[in-house]
């Protein structure tokens, strides 16, 4: 794949390290990546914001931030409350397309989950990655209520003609308790998608060498690891 959507199940799950994963992965593997992030909320001008996150833990990757909104909120409402111009579906479509023609990998992050809007004309990631016609990973939480928002997000992508990758549990505890433990069955069957990757707590803390070989043993090899999720869930099947 040349375009990869990168969408949460909610905020603050491990969007951000998982798709640093995945670039370095495909950094490691050759291949030009850019990382688009269409609306950074939540930093100031002269804080670093996700794609500079994704950098220092990938290496060299094209960064591109089309909006930056300095309160904590959909990407909407803090343009609003900013009084600064939103951004459109379009917009951001058209921007990773222009940085397709020059990667071979464009990695666009969203901001909070799949629908939240983006603007007033209730424009959101979906169609985003609709105007691309680019697949959507999404990165969900371990433990209780999660598979009710991986299912939702999961059908919302199939009523809208969108392909699902699978999705990747964003921050694995060191000590799951039951439902996580479960979960790693349940998600997939769930929300009809493979489970391609659990990314370990604290992940997003490693130098880039370590986080480089964690990114390989812990996502699956549709995304470029080594990661065996069959295997992984056997471990806590007892």
Known sequence: MDLLVITGTGTEIGKTVTTAAVAALAVAAGRAVAVLKPAQTGVRPDEPGDVDQVAALAGPVTRRELARYPDPLAPETAARRAGLPPVRPAV?????????????????????????????????????????????????????????????????????????????????????????????????????????GVLPAGMGKLPPPDFLAAARRWLAPELGGEFDAADFAARFSA
């Open 92 to 196: 951001a479509a058209a921007a990773a397309t222009e940085l397709a023609d020059r990667h071979d990998l464009v990695l666009v992050e969203g901001a909070g989950g799949l629908l939240v809007r983006f603007d007033e004309r209730g424009g959101t990631l979906a169609d985003v990655a609709w105007a691309l016609g680019a697949p959507v990973l999404m990165v969900a939480t371990a433990g209780l209520g999660t598979l009710n928002a991986t299912t939702l997000t999961a059908e919302a992508l199939r009523r809208r003609k969108i392909a699902c990758a699978g999705v990747v549990i964003g921050s694995w505890p060191e000590e799951p308790d039951l439902a996580s433990r479960c979960n790693l069955a349940d998600l997939p069957a769930s929300a009809g998608v493979p489970l391609l």
